[in-house]
T-cell receptor, first 112, second 117 residues
Framework: GESVGLHLPTLSVQEGDNSIINCAYSNSASDYFIWYKQESGKGPQFIIDIRSNMDKRQGQRVTVLLNKTVKHLSLQIAATQPGDSAVYFCAERGDSSYKLIFGSGTRLLVRP | GAVVSQHPSRVICKSGTSVKIECRSLDFQATTMFWYRQFPKKSLMLMATSNEGSKATYEQGVEKDKFLINHASLTLSTLTVTSAHPEDSSFYIC?????????????FGPGTRLTVL
């Protein structure tokens, strides 16, 4: 069946370093991918998205890379800050549906 | 950006009672909303797709008689957990689909923590 998974359940980084969170997806028909940040007790917060016709997209301190050949998605956070500590989820969506399929999540811990 | 609210944010109820959770799109109309549940340290699992003016579409394994969904207006969807049991305790999150310039984006509510005693 369709699945979206993450390679690392927990990532610990030093404040100021760059963080890379990875995600693998299995549905080659998915055409839209999103990264969400979720803080404890709150709903998911949109970070950045990318469509399948792109392989890289940059935002403020964040970059998403999409490798359709190996069905891999990554989120790069530059100069990680304590406020970046949260759980990060990737999600994918197929062209014919509004439904999002979420990955299992990675907890990012930022050490001061 | 588009804002989605949920009410209540927390609810504690006795086993056997029913609980209603509201999801509202505050500054846009949403013909489609979604309901998710999330267990501790787990990912979001889609329960159902709520369609304004028609029946909800439930995901496999989700009991439609247990989780009643009503999407009576373009800004409000409700999820009623009927005859709640302790295993229904979870974090329930809704999202609303916002269509803009031909693209669809989902905006999430802050979630509702349900505890069934």
């Amino acid at each position: 069946g369709e699945s979206v998974g993450l390679h690392l359940p927990t990532l610990s980084v030093q404040e100021g370093d760059n963080s890379i969170i990875n995600c693998a997806y299995s549905n080659s028909a998915s055409d839209y991918f999103i990264w969400y940040k979720q803080e404890s007790g709150k709903g998911p917060q949109f970070i950045i998205d990318i469509r399948s016709n792109m392989d890289k997209r940059q935002g403020q301190r964040v970059t998403v890379l999409l490798n359709k050949t190996v069905k891999h998605l990554s989120l790069q956070i530059a100069a990680t800050q304590p406020g970046d500590s949260a759980v990060y989820f990737c999600a994918e969506r197929g062209d014919s549906s509004y439904k999002l399929i979420f990955g299992s999540g990675t907890r990012l811990l930022v050490r001061p | 950006g588009a804002v989605v609210s949920q009410h209540p944010s927390r609810v504690i109820c006795k086993s056997g009672t029913s609980v209603k959770i509201e999801c509202r799109s505050l500054d846009f109309q949403a013909t489609t909303m979604f309901w998710y549940r999330q267990f501790p340290k787990k990912s979001l699992m889609l329960m159902a797709t709520s369609n304004e003016g028609s029946k909800a579409t439930y995901e496999q394994g989700v009991e439609k008689d247990k989780f009643l969904i009503n999407h009576a207006s373009l800004t409000l969807s409700t999820l009623t957990v009927t005859s709640a049991h302790p295993e229904d305790s979870s974090f329930y999150i809704c999202s609303a689909n916002f269509r803009h310039l031909g693209y669809n984006e989902q905006f999430f509510g802050p979630g509702t923590r349900l505890t069934v005693l």
